[in-house]
């Protein structure tokens, strides 16, 4: 088990994580979520004990990370799939972190078997694809075959069915009774991979709590009402719906967004006001909307609108066409030495030269 208590890291004037609690427990997949900037790498480090915290401390099974007795035996992790010797073939790689932790050579093909990178085994990581990288970081995570796993985004890169098969290696690694961390971006993937969630903002807890109770508490369940396409009933639909205290949102293919009322008593409103009904079904926000509700205020790094709007000019339209192309005036001579005319050769002054046969001119 992971356990830190009141956890802060300072560097100079800033504050990476503070006063952090939590506990990620054997046997379930916890995921490890917050905006970009909130703390989740420089939390994994001092886990890992490759930064020292400033105040507070984290253990693994109740002891600090440096001093676990043959640490790479007992925790993996993949912070960074590229921290590899180019060089290197993918299983001499996977020797040396072997002989470094006491490991047997024979665990380096096992490992390279389960992450499906047998087949190339022999070739220089310099030449593997991101995805690959992923895959040798993850070999060397399971390497000491350990009780405790970190992963750090680890299907970045990966193709559809790469990602299928690192949520099933989660999943079954945690089923063994393992404690596993993972941090992704992903909220579709963490949805359907992690039991429980740890959420950091500005490097503060947000919410220690399970998938379900994550979703129910940050976001509102609502009903879609699909009716008939007219107008005139819709928006009698809308008015009584309104009028029983619901709050309605119309969809853009013009299904009715319903929340604030139970589904039977939406049925009888449109019973009562003669409107037909052609959806009536419950919905529940995903992961990812309850993830933007929590994370709204904590977010550092927001998009402003497209600094290129407004400096061209709409073309004049033309019959049958998208439009004129924009006429644009001639380019001027700049005011330095680039922008002078080149100079243009001296015609030849040698005397033409006879034409030869053809047959030597081949």
């Not at 593997?128 to 399971?142: E, K, T, V």
Request: hydrophobic share 35%; glycine share 10%.
């Amino acid at each position: 088990m992971i356990e830190a208590v009141g956890l802060t890291k300072t560097y100079g004037s800033k504050t990476a994580v503070y006063n952090l609690s939590f506990q990620v427990r054997p046997g379930v997949v916890t995921g490890f979520l917050g905006p970009n900037g909130s703390g989740k790498s420089t939390t994994m480090r001092m886990i890992l004990g490759l930064d020292s915290p400033t105040s507070g401390q984290v253990t693994i099974g109740g002891q600090p990370y440096r001093k676990l007795p043959n640490a790479p035996r007992r925790v993996g992790a993949l912070l960074d799939a590229k921290a590899v010797h180019g060089g290197r073939s993918a299983r001499h790689h996977l020797l040396s972190l072997a002989q470094l932790s006491g490991i047997p050579a024979r665990r380096v093909d096992e490992v390279l078997g389960v992450v499906g990178l047998q087949e190339v085994a022999g070739k220089r990581s310099k030449g593997f694809s991101l995805g690959m990288g992923q895959r040798l970081g993850i070999a060397a995570a399971l390497l000491g075959d350990p009780e405790v796993l970190l992963f750090d985004e680890p299907v970045n890169g990966l193709d559809p069915e790469g990602i299928h098969w690192v949520r099933h290696l989660m999943r079954k690694l945690a089923s063994e009774g393992r404690t596993v961390f993972v941090s992704s971006h992903l909220m579709s993937e963490m949805a359907l991979t992690a039991d429980h969630l740890i959420v950091i903002g500005r490097g503060q807890l947000l919410a220690d709590m399970s998938v379900k109770d994550f979703i129910a508490r940050n976001s509102t369940g609502f009903a879609l009402v699909r009716t008939p396409d007219v107008d005139a009933d819709r928006e009698k639909l809308t008015e009584a719906l309104t009028g029983a205290g619901a709050q309605v949102q119309q969809e853009q293919d013009g299904a009715l967004r319903v929340t604030g009322l139970e589904l039977p008593r939406i049925s009888d409103l449109a019973h009562d006001t003669g409107v037909r009904l052609w959806e009536l079904s419950p919905h529940q926000a995903s992961l990812e909307e309850a993830y933007m509700r929590l994370t709204n205020g904590a977010v550092d790094y927001r998009s402003s609108e497209d600094p290129r709007q407004g400096l061209q000019q709409p073309s004049a339209p033309v019959p049958g066409g998208w439009g004129a192309p924009q006429a644009y005036p001639p380019p001027q001579p700049r005011p330095d030495s680039y922008a002078q005319p080149i100079p243009q050769p001296a015609p030849s002054t040698l005397p033409p030269q006879p034409a030869l046969p053809v047959e030597d001119a081949r």
